[in-house]
């Protein structure tokens, strides 16, 4: 008798762990396949009166990216502060070119050891093409040209290309140069 009764609750124990490995694939599936236009439920409570994130297209991120980047008067036209803006390297450190010595910078720069090079460095850290600089809209960019010993832009190594801020360090073979406006 014993050993009926055992074996009921065995099968009703049983049972009931089905029911709930059911239950929780039912409701892993269904959460899976929302539907693709259905918002889901935010991770934290909004408070009331609260308004919902705006979905942009790509182009339209793009426009107001764009938008943000230039300040605007109150009459709506774009402010164009380039004509203020003078980039140069300004060499701080350089067993070759002495300190002090101002680089323009216009349009794209390269630096290396090869003699056609914007900037020629003839050391021995530095490559025969070894990076450029690059204007990209109102910002200058530092790309390393698959360089031996790397370019480095506030003691960090450049992979592919780094932006330069105002005061950046940019470090190639053993000259360093501040980047100003």
Same mark, same amino acid.
């Given at each position: 008798?014993?050993?009926?009764?055992?074996?009921?609750?065995?099968?009703?124990?049983?049972?009931?762990?089905?029911?709930?490995?059911?239950?929780?694939?039912?409701?892993?599936?269904?959460?899976?396949?929302?539907? $693709?236009?259905?918002?889901?439920?935010?991770?934290?409570?909004?408070?009331?009166?609260?308004?919902?994130? $705006? @979905?942009?297209?790509? $182009?339209?991120?793009?426009?107001?990216?764009?938008?943000?980047?230039?300040?605007?008067?109150?009459?709506?036209?774009?402010?164009?502060?380039?004509? =203020?803006?003078?980039?140069?390297?300004?060499?701080?450190?350089?067993?070759?070119?002495?300190?002090?010595?101002?680089?323009?910078?216009?349009?794209?720069?390269?630096?290396?050891?090869?003699?056609?090079?914007?900037?020629?460095?003839?050391? =021995?850290?530095?490559?025969?093409? =070894?990076?450029?600089?690059?204007?990209?809209?109102?910002?200058?960019? @530092?790309?390393?040209?698959?360089?031996?010993?790397?370019?480095?832009?506030?003691?960090?190594?450049?992979?592919?290309?780094?932006?330069?801020?105002?005061?950046?360090?940019?470090?190639?073979?053993?000259?360093?140069?501040?980047?100003?406006?």
């Amino acid at each position: 008798m014993i050993d009926i009764v055992l074996l009921v609750l065995k099968i009703g124990i049983l049972v009931l762990l089905y029911l709930f490995i059911w239950q929780v694939m039912k409701t892993a599936v269904a959460t899976v396949r929302a539907p $693709a236009g259905a918002a889901a439920a935010p991770d934290v409570a909004l408070p009331e009166g609260s308004r919902p994130v $705006a @979905v942009f297209t790509p $182009a339209e991120r793009e426009a107001r990216r764009e938008e943000r980047l230039t300040e605007r008067t109150i009459a709506g036209e774009k402010l164009d502060f380039t004509g =203020h803006i003078d980039p140069r390297l300004v060499v701080e450190r350089s067993p070759i070119v002495p300190a002090g010595v101002v680089f323009p910078l216009n349009g794209w720069i390269t630096v290396g050891r090869a003699s056609s090079s914007d900037i020629v460095l003839d050391e =021995h850290f530095v490559s025969s093409t =070894h990076a450029r600089f690059v204007p990209r809209g109102s910002f200058y960019y @530092v790309e390393d040209l698959g360089s031996t010993n790397g370019t480095f832009v506030n003691e960090k190594q450049v992979s592919g290309e780094a932006q330069l801020k105002l005061d950046s360090r940019v470090r190639i073979g053993e000259t360093v140069f501040r980047y100003e406006e």
